[in-house]
């Protein structure tokens, strides 16, 4: 999977859009994009995943330009239960082998 | 969606011990699964991969004698953490992947967190 890079962490407020940017130059053209959510002390969950454009569905955004190489989760008002890591994941998840999980971005959402 | 199954989801042992953690996709067959150690405030760490009716393959670092991984069926995989130390204490986590997932969406179990004595 091509290598990911995302901010460490984020800070929000209830009611906020959050967008988290994930950067993945070497990406491939058969590579997918693929967040997941992990709350603490639960396996991750599946978010969005998208190609190129934009994705939506009722839980996030997914905005990828052009080059595909970034990529923009967008969390419309988030509430305080979206805090939570959250990790993009770039690759061919049908073909891979090799599932590797990048640092994550810790956000947090206060009250 | 399709669900996984991890079982228990918390285990405490002494240190020597066996503990063998069960991975199960309940309502699809899972050609591959992927195992996971989670150390407190870190990113998932990919042990190993495993192929239904294969050895699995274990990443650089991780001790294949140490961490056995069976992958009988389509649908159960286990991890055995074998003479346990306190160090192995990790949340253990396990992904799998369909017959025929179209999205390549991976489905994760709930995690099993290992307590060592």
Known sequence: LAKTTQPISMDSYEGQEVNITCSHNNIATNDYITWYQQFPSQGPRFIIQGYKTKVTNEVASLFIPADRKSSTLSLPRVSLSDTAVYYCLVGDIRETDKLIFGTGTRLQVFP | ?117
């Open chain 2, 1 to 117: 969606g399709a669900v996984v199954s991890q079982h228990p989801s918390w285990v405490i042992c002494k240190s020597g011990t066996s503990v063998k953690i069960e991975c199960r996709s309940l309502d699809f067959q899972a050609t591959t699964m992927f195992w996971y150690r989670q150390f407190p405030k870190q990113s998932l760490m990919l042990m190993a991969t495993s192929n239904e009716g294969s050895k699995a393959t274990y990443e650089q670092g991780v001790e294949k004698d140490k961490f056995l991984i069976n992958h009988a069926s389509l649908t159960l995989s286990t991890l055995t953490v074998t003479s346990a130390h306190p160090e192995d204490s990790s949340f253990y986590i396990c992904s799998a992947r369909g017959l025929a997932s179209v999205t390549g969406e991976l489905f994760f179990g709930e995690g099993s967190r290992l307590t060592v004595l």
